[in-house]
């Protein structure tokens, strides 16, 4: 049996005393997440080591190291001793991730009648789910199921610091799994009796009153858009502090509200003070972004203050979506460019040499192509024009040209080093990544590619108007401020973009506004003051409606603001995008 050994596991519960054996590869027991459990001899299992239980297991042994790995925060390990491991791991990683408990203390019971039909959980003791609930239970029994071999019960205790302990009852059931060997049968409602299938546990502190920058309570009913941010702040806890109360919740994880069937569970005692969060959200702002967006469906808009990163204002007209605002993963087309030339500015272009905007462009045998306007390119082509009419293979040349360095991270280190990108933002809401459903905006291209489709904004980049506004605001401002939504926040910082390279951006950027050969000329009406860049975007959707996302991002130096604003299928960015930031920037005055 070489590279495995035999560990005997002792358990002392509910007055069990039985010898049992466990078969491990590796070091260890539960190493194969990374993180230890627990052995008779008190080691951990070391990283990489995988967990099974062996024929020669009892089924109080496989109880006992499931409950040891789950509560070691080793979910892959807990996992791996049920009968459905992946979604064992993904539902316990998932619940436990919300709950957030400081520790997790699980002791295992006594053995019950397996066939005696006892629900988990029936037990009413404080903290539990009162008997008879209708709450589902996580999983219906499965007819294919194997008999089971033994039921035990365990108590939990989810400390969270204060004298704040959730205590409950429930019981897990232990079946033959393929090999031979005990498995825990798994559904969700082994984590908790009353846990349905997809629910979360969560445990929030008191509400809290959110105000606008005014100290007016935000009203949810009149600004609906603002409902997830004001109900995310109304129960959100700094980092670094405990509450005196907190109220364990069955929530929904995709629309966020309680399933009061499953129960609630407080814990401490109200200290009787009413708290406030008071937001940098500007009263005038939201409702002159709520109501430029009203003639576009499906669209999202967010204004910024460039010198602070303070979140003036944030909506949405997606009734489907009402955080498509800062929460959207679309590609953003053009509006990409500006980052993309401040990294060929860096690399020493310069906006009067010639670039070579041609009718299009072949990369790896994919044709690249002009928006219809540049169907024949542009003859003599710099890189202003190219910038102000929006070429996209001009930018694919300067990826395939070296004008943008040889290493394909180039594009992503930029976006990272001096626009904040590719890393967490603390709106306020705790660190989250915006714009990406997974942790950078703008990935390292593989190749040739791929980093030619980024530099013209499509690729494996998405971004949602709260990053792309916060792009118009860092060259506003000439350095990056992270968005935040209550002022002292603790922000990220990045490198200032150099003086010249971000005068010559805001160059660029008024002249897509006001040169005559600029995309957006005619689009803000009675202003001077502006600098933007228009976008238009392919995404999944664009194949079937035939029309493509309509993106702008605007900034006004004198007024402090930047706008970055996305209409799903809205067309090019001067067909929607464009005009509602100016019907916004009109109801402000902005003329």
Request: hydrophobic share 35%.
């Amino acid at each position: 049996m070489t590279g495995r050994r035999i560990t005997a596991i002792r358990i002392a519960a509910g007055g069990l005393s039985a010898a049992a054996l466990l078969t491990t590869s590796g070091c260890g027991l539960f190493g194969s997440s990374g993180k230890s459990g627990s052995s008779a001899d008190g080691k951990g299992g070391g990283p990489g080591a995988s967990t099974s239980s062996s024929p020669q297991a009892s089924p109080q042994s496989v109880a006992q190291a499931f409950l040891t790995a789950w509560s070691s925060g080793d979910f892959k390990s807990a996992g791996a001793l049920t009968d459905d491991a992946n979604n064992a791991t993904t539902r316990l990683t998932a619940v436990m991730g919300s709950l957030t408990p400081k520790t997790m203390t699980l002791t295992l019971g006594s053995q019950q009648d397996a066939s005696s039909g006892a629900t988990a959980g029936s037990s009413s003791a404080p903290g539990s789910p009162a008997s008879g609930s209708t709450a589902s239970s996580g999983a219906a029994p499965s007819s294919t199921a194997a008999a089971p071999l033994a039921k035990f019960a365990f108590k939990a205790a989810a400390d969270f610091g204060n004298n704040l302990v959730w205590n409950y009852d429930s019981s897990l059931e232990l079946v033959q799994g393929p090999s031979g060997a005990p498995v825990v049968h798994w559904t969700s409602s082994v984590i908790n009796p009353q846990l349905g299938p997809t629910d979360v546990l969560k445990a929030v502190p008191p509400k809290q009153t959110v105000t606008d920058s005014k100290g007016t309570t935000i009203d949810t009913t009149a600004h609906p858009t603002l409902a997830g941010a004001v109900n995310a702040l109304s129960t959100h806890v700094p980092a670094n502090t405990t509450p005196t109360q907190l109220t364990v919740e069955f929530v929904d994880p995709k629309s966020g509200t309680a399933d009061t069937k499953a129960g609630v569970f407080p814990l401490g005692t109200s200290s009787g003070t009413t708290v406030s969060v008071k937001t940098t959200i500007n009263p005038n702002v939201q409702s002159a972004i709520e109501n430029a967006l009203k003639a576009y469906p499906n669209s999202g808009m967010v204004a910024i203050q460039p010198d602070t990163g303070y979140i003036l204002g944030m909506a949405s007209n997606d009734t489907g979506f009402p955080s498509l605002s800062y929460k959207a993963q679309r590609a953003p087309g053009s509006t990409f460019k500006v980052i993309t030339t401040a990294l060929a500015l860096q690399q020493g272009l310069q906006t009067s040499q010639p670039v070579n905007c041609s009718p299009n462009a072949t990369v790896e045998g994919q044709v690249i192509n002009n928006d219809s306007s540049l169907r024949n390119g542009i003859k003599n082509a710099d890189l202003t024009a190219a910038f102000e009419q929006s070429c996209n293979t001009a930018f694919v040349h300067l990826a395939l040209d070296g004008k943008l360095g040889n290493d394909y991270t180039a594009l992503a280190n930029e976006a990272k080093n001096y626009f904040g990108m590719n890393q967490k933002w603390d709106l306020g809401l705790g660190p989250a990544t915006y714009g990406t459903g997974g942790d950078q905006q703008v990935p390292p291209a593989d190749g040739q590619g791929l980093f030619a489709r980024d530099a013209f904004g499509q690729g494996n980049i998405t971004m949602s108007p709260l990053t792309m506004a916060s792009v118009a605001a860092t060259v506003c401002n000439g350095s990056f401020k992270q968005p935040i939504l209550v002022p002292g926040t603790p922000q990220i910082s990045a490198t200032a973009l150099p003086a010249n390279v971000d005068s010559q951006l805001t160059t660029l950027m008024h002249g897509v506004i006001y040169s005559d050969q600029g995309t957006a000329v005619g689009k803000f009406p009675g202003t001077s003051d502006l600098a933007g860049k228009t976008g238009s975007a392919e995404s999944g959707d664009t194949p079937k409606t035939g029309k493509t996302d309509s993106w702008m991002i605007v900034f006004d130096k004198k007024d402090d603001i930047a706008f970055g604003a996305l209409v799903l299928n809205g067309g090019f960015g001067i067909d929607a995008a464009a005009p509602a930031i100016d019907k916004a920037l009109n109801t402000l005055g902005y003329r």
